[in-house]
């Protein structure tokens, strides 16, 4: 059989007074689980997977749904969820509501949460709540585009094994390390940066876990090894063998680890001290790193 993959998302249905279906199965609450496959390829499909839980809606709920807009509301409900990580709810109001302009019959908001007007009966109920579940959680085309440069497991290198350990949190340190200030006046525009390239994807993951971003400028942290002097290139050069000693003597300058309820995970740039550059990197077949940088894993990367 092709691969196949499967997504499950816990998914609450609130029925506010006077939205229940009369042809409901039975009495609330209840549960059922529903699934739909999608072929994203001819090689690979995917198994939706949908928790869901039928039940009423709380007085604070109700109460928030009598919000002046539908902004409000969403801000309000927002406050009232205590769901777990990746978990969705749909709000079921009655055919009459006001909160819902006329003719629109869905409203997805800011917090995976949802407004949606009642159906006549369970099938168009159902219908409706697949399609929001659907754009709320995954479609076949955005799971497609985030598989679309999946490398197969057999290409993996070994790193790929070394998974971060999940945490409730996570903190990230860029860290501008400039060990000899008196020859260098270095600067950079680490803001701009984390708003244009790292927060989009902070954003995306804010579901998942709590993410907070920080940045410093550390001057006289050097890399705790001596490079070695290339007299063909007139440069320096950082073998692969003497990287990992580079890690702690900087580690001991970050100070985040040792403070930090959550995982760390840091990014360096370092400017070499004026006699030790230029410096390179070399792997461990004696090749310049094109980027060089290099990485530990569950720790973070340093960039020279």
Sequence with gaps: RPPQLQLAAPLTVAFAPAS????????????????????????TSITSRYEMLYRSTTAREEAALQAATLREADAALRL??????????I??????????????????????SALVRAAPGLAALRARLQQVAHVMSFTAASVSAALSDRVPASQLGPDAGRHFK?????????????????????????????GRYV?????????????????????????????????????????????????????ARLGSSAASLYPVLNFLLYVPERSHSP?????????????????????GGIMV
């Design 20 to 43: 229940l279906p009369r042809d409901l199965p039975g009495p609330l609450p209840f549960s059922e689980t529903r699934e739909q496959e999608t072929w994203l390829n001819p090689q």
């Design 80 to 89: 009232l969820q205590d769901a777990p990580l990746g978990a969705l709810a």
């Design 279 to 299: 410096l390179y990197i070399q792997d461990k077949d004696g090749a310049l790193v094109g980027t060089n940088a290099f990485h530990s894993p569950r720790w």
């Design 166 to 194: 999940s945490s409730l949190g996570y903190e990230i340190t860029f860290s501008l390390l400039n060990p000899d200030p008196k020859s260098h006046d270095v600067h950079w525009d680490i803001e701009d940066a984390v």
């Design 91 to 112: 709000y079921v109001l009655p055919e009459t509501s006001s909160l819902l302009p006329q003719g629109i019959n869905i409203y997805v908001g800011r917090h995976r």
């Design 199 to 251: 927060q989009p994807l902070v954003d995306k993951l804010s579901f998942m876990a709590n993410f907070s971003v920080a940045s410093q400028i550390l001057y006289y942290a050097v890399l705790g090894v001596t490079p070695r002097f290339d007299k063909e290139s007139s440069s320096f050069l950082l073998s692969a063998h003497s990287l990992p000693h580079v890690i702690n003597p900087v580690e």
